[in-house]
């Protein structure tokens, strides 16, 4: 009865692809120099933390955990509609941005179909037009700003499915006014859906989102409690949409996926309003720091509509590479472009005094070795 | 500038999907009455509640959730292969089990792929493999358990790419002895892999697990934290394999998917093995407490190795559901198995004794009334 297994056949679509993580985690970075960071302020994340009202809110829900999660994610739904001034079949929450993007492209992609996005754009966007067989076609930054014409352009000329566009941008922190994305979406060639990236949305100055137009499905707008909602490790993001498109979502999502304690802690963040305008100040004046540790250095530090500051250190990307390394070494842990032109910069996420007063004394070290080596 | 918008064009796979959720959540049901469940037994969840150590755990965790998780889930995984005698490359964890069949089926499964699995087994299972085109085959139950040398000869006669195998067995509570089991692995045909749910694993008897080979390639060993362990809303499930089937898991999981204070609390409830041990005790008493309001009222328990009790109602499947909408009626939340046979019965889980008290309550009106009906 007994014979030699084999193990798996893989599907066509997986069985080439790399079995790789797209970003290398903060914690394992410490575990392979067996020591902490001193400041972590590389992963966007709000080091500010949560609403208290949310930290205390997820502490009660914690003991309730052996209920399985509202698979409709009812109330936060809810809550997100009446805030945003639509109806919650205009809403679905996913298991952070990451996992909608995920089903966004899983939803419109087959093997070859076309995906457009911007060369040096967020790399798990990238990850999933892989892992679905998508063909990516990226369009180069213009200056330091993702370029809603050419996205058009060669969305139109390649018959893409899907455009990613990130308003603010990450990596480069940049972003674009109101009037030029609503000419982008009303240009989003027929067949097409527009992923609009809004992950920085508190962070962005006003002027910076076009009005929400459920009515349009060629377009999703992604929100998430991960940047300046301080709930990264949460997990919980939600998209805007037209009501056929959300409902779509309903046909491959992990339905029971969303923690019970993040839905809890994201809607009693949703309520602390009052929290996230004290944050959001707290960010505004981190950026202005670092913008300064940047200037006392000789650096340019990029304006900035999201929750981190984009230096350029004026050289090429193998100088970057150097600062960062340096300042990597000496526990600052901080991350950068992945592609030319744009990598010849750093970035950092906003920090507390004490994380800022680590990377103002880290960095004219980190210079001066990256510029011995 | 201005187009009509069109919306999306859907992927081959996707495009004729039903928009569904494989479960009804009691809160959706609770929503739809007005009113809440007296008792919520009917989705296998611990009402016991996580262990206290790891409740506390969490709420230390949350304030602390704005940093997002360790995409290695490295602490859990490294605490679960000392707990299981076997290295970390052998466990991947993931957003419950759920996930986990997710990305088994999407690794594995071209369209028309055949997956075998038995006829009124795990709903979300069925709902990936449709998600995914595979072909579903399904072998019926041999009597009230699955029956492995079906499955094997399925597998072998259609070409299977997946077995899905559950071991105890949800919905009827039934387990096959780990010599069977063995049997069951030992025949799994070339370029097959066996999805064994171990998800009440917790609660089985002694002598109802094979020993773990993480040699074996054949071979997907899945575990929860959400049955005894009571942390069903967290989402935390692992799968425990041969390293290169593990690793194929990095290639499309959602890297930072599992969350941070859901980590923390999977590793405190580890680790408090004594509640764990207390739990199952109460599991026990709490399924002799069904078993004998079951036999109060003319019907037979049938023989439980998880945290319900599958209850015959002793006619066919029409009855059966409406025994089920009595209980519902009466504020007892129940589910039942989908299909004929085995839907002549109702499933409860285990609960306290106040919860069981309304069921005790309950039970001989609904039978009356369904007689009726």
């Known amino acids: 009865m007994s014979q030699s297994p084999t193990g798996p056949r893989y599907s066509a679509l997986t069985v080439d692809l790399p079995a790789t993580v797209?970003?290398?985690?903060?914690?394992?970075?410490?575990?392979?120099?067996?020591?902490?960071?001193?400041?972590?302020?590389?992963?966007?994340?709000?080091?500010?933390?949560?609403?208290?009202?949310?930290?205390a809110a997820m502490a009660v829900a914690?003991?309730?955990?052996?209920?399985?999660?509202?698979?409709?994610?009812?109330?936060l739904k809810v809550a997100l509609a009446a805030f945003h001034g639509v109806g919650a079949e205009n809403i679905v929450v996913g298991e952070g941005i990451d996992a909608l993007l995920g089903y966004s492209v899983r939803l419109t992609v087959d093997p070859g179909s076309v995906v457009v996005t911007s060369l040096g754009a967020y790399p798990t966007f990238n990850f999933h037009v892989a892992g679905f067989g998508g063909r990516l076609v990226r369009v180069p930054y213009d200056g330091d700003r993702e370029d809603p014409a050419a996205l058009l352009e060669a969305a139109r000329r390649e018959d893409a499915r899907l455009i990613y566009f990130a308003n603010p941008d990450n990596p480069m922190g940049s972003w674009w006014p109101d009037a030029d994305v609503a000419r982008l979406i009303?240009?989003?060639?027929?067949?097409?859906?527009?992923?609009?990236?809004?992950?920085?949305?508190d962070t962005a100055p006003a002027g910076t989102l076009p009005p929400l137009d459920v009515t349009n499905p060629a377009v999703l707008r992604l929100r998430t409690f991960s940047k300046a909602y301080g709930l990264a490790g949460l997990r919980v993001g939600y998209a805007i949409g037209e009501a056929g498109v959300v409902r779509s979502f309903d046909k491959i999502r992990n339905h029971f996926g969303v923690n019970r304690v993040a839905q809890v802690g994201a809607l009693a963040a949703l309520a602390d309003q009052a929290y996230l305008v004290e944050t959001v100040g707290r960010i505004a004046e981190a950026r202005r720091r670092i913008a300064g540790i940047a200037a006392d250095n000789g650096l340019a530090a990029l304006p900035s509509a999201t929750n981190f500051v984009t230096i350029d250190c004026g050289r090429d990307g193998a100088y970057a590479k150097r600062v960062l390394g340096e300042l990597v070494a000496r526990d600052v842990f901080v991350r950068m472009p992945g592609v030319a032109p744009l990598d010849r910069c750093i970035r950092v996420s906003a920090g507390r005094a004490d994380d800022l007063a680590v990377l103002a004394e880290a960095l004219p070290q980190a210079l001066a070795a990256a510029a011995r080596g």
Not at 62 to 75: Q, R, V
Not at 186 to 192: C, Q, S
């Open 22 to 55: 797209p970003f290398v985690g903060p914690e394992t970075q410490e575990r392979a120099r067996g020591r902490k960071f001193r400041a972590r302020i590389g992963a966007n994340e709000s080091v500010f933390g949560p609403s208290p009202k949310a930290a």
């Open 62 to 75: 914690a003991p309730l955990g052996w209920m399985y999660c509202d698979p409709e994610n009812h109330d």
């Open 186 to 201: 009303a240009g989003v060639p027929a067949g097409a859906l527009l992923l609009l990236d809004e992950a920085y949305s």
